[in-house]
C-alpha cells in the first residue's frame, strides 16, 4: 500500500528539524513526515560521541532563530546540542512526525502525478511513499562505513 503526505523531509539532523519546523509554521495545512535512517534525531551530534567533541561554530549563529540558543556558552560540546534539538523537536511537536529507522533507497519524480515516489527501507521490508515536496536533509556522511581513500 502506498501512504500519500504533502512533504518527506529526508533526515532529523539539524538541517530536518529545521524544514519540518518551518513547514509547519508557514503551511500548518500540510501533511508530513521525516524519514530517519537511524534510531535517533541528531545526526552528526547523535553520532559522534568522542570525548570533546563541540561545535566549532558558535551556537548563537548555528542555532535555530525560532529558538534562540539561550546557554552561557557559545562553543557548545555535543551532548549540549543533542538535548537542545530534543528540546526543539518536543517543544515544537516535530517529534510527533519523525520516523525512525527509516532508509530512503530511492526517489523518483513524477511529471504525470506531478509527485515524487520514495522507496523506503523499514522492518526488512520496502515501503512506497508518495510527496508532492522532498527535502534532502541528510547530510553528507555515510554512517555504514568511514572513508578508506585509494593510496
Sequence with gaps: MTELVDV???GAGISGISAAWHLQDRCPEKSYV?????????????LFKYPGIRSDSDMFTLGFRFKPWTSEKAIADGPSIMSYLKETVAESGIDKHIRY???????DWSDDENRWTLRVERDGEEVEIKA???????????????YSPEF
Design 34 to 46: 521525516v524519514l530517519e535512517r537511524r534510531e535517533n534525531l541528531g545526526g552528526t551530534w547523535d
Design 8 to 10: 518527506v523531509i529526508v
Design 132 to 146: 508532492s515536496f522532498l527535502f534532502a536533509c541528510s547530510g553528507y556522511y555515510n554512517y555504514d562505513e568511514g
Design 101 to 107: 529507522g527509516q532508509k530512503v533507497v530511492g526517489a
